[in-house]
């Protein structure tokens, strides 16, 4: 039973942290594929395709902790650094490739660039809560609304990079629907902002009290 649980922790925890390569293989192709000459539909399939396994993990692992049972502290730390690692790999990246496309879109662009430096910033606020917090006990678990984020972003960065660089043939999102699910991601993003802020108040008026 002891090497079964074991097995089972080792699957989820590959799950957590599998995330990392995927997304850097996600941008090695990306790079690759935006590279004159290298517009391969296979090089974009294997390139998408790592992108969506890449945010499938962040699904899996918390799913199957859960019915495990085998969530660890290690675990529930591990899954937001992955993510920043998702986001600080895929954003910046979407933002330049649609400036340096044939036919750019500027606004898209800038807009994309927002999105990045809000949603890192948002993240290492986020950590510095929790840094704050842990010196009071307080739990690091994502709130529902981080979970929530998450599950909306994840999807939106996906749509995103289908819509920026799949070849012409397959397309068939349209631009509307791309920016509204850019906007609900970016609302959400800023609730988060303020729910874990709230959550974390207390801690954060003990810590700025002057030690006697």
Not at 197 to 209: D, H, I
Request: glycine share 4%; charged share 15%; hydrophobic share 55%.
């Amino acid at each position: 039973m002891c090497v079964n649980r074991s097995g089972k922790l080792a699957f989820v925890t590959t799950l957590t942290f599998v995330r990392f390569p995927l997304v850097l293989l996600f941008f090695a192709g990306a790079i690759i594929y935006s590279t004159p000459g290298m517009r391969k539909s296979w090089l974009f399939v294997l390139t998408f395709a790592s992108l969506i396994s890449s945010a499938l993990t962040d699904l899996f692992d918390g799913y199957y902790a859960r019915k495990f049972n085998v969530t660890t502290t290690l675990g529930a730390h591990a899954d937001p650094l992955m993510d920043k690692f998702f986001y600080l790999a895929s954003l910046p990246l979407l933002a330049f490739l649609t400036a340096i496309k044939p036919d750019p879109n500027m606004v898209h662009a800038r807009l994309l660039l927002v999105i990045t430096l809000l949603f890192l910033a948002r993240d290492q606020w986020v950590t510095f809560l929790r840094s704050i917090g842990a010196i009071y006990s307080v739990s690091g678990k994502a709130s529902w609304a981080g979970k929530l984020r998450t599950a909306i972003n994840f999807p939106m960065i996906c749509v995103v990079y289908y819509f920026v660089e799949a070849p012409l043939s397959w397309q068939f999102l349209p631009a509307w629907f791309v920016y509204a699910f850019e906007m609900v991601a970016l609302l959400i993003t800023l609730l988060t902002l303020y729910t874990y802020t709230r959550s974390y108040w207390p801690s954060l008026r003990k810590s700025a009290r002057i030690e006697s």
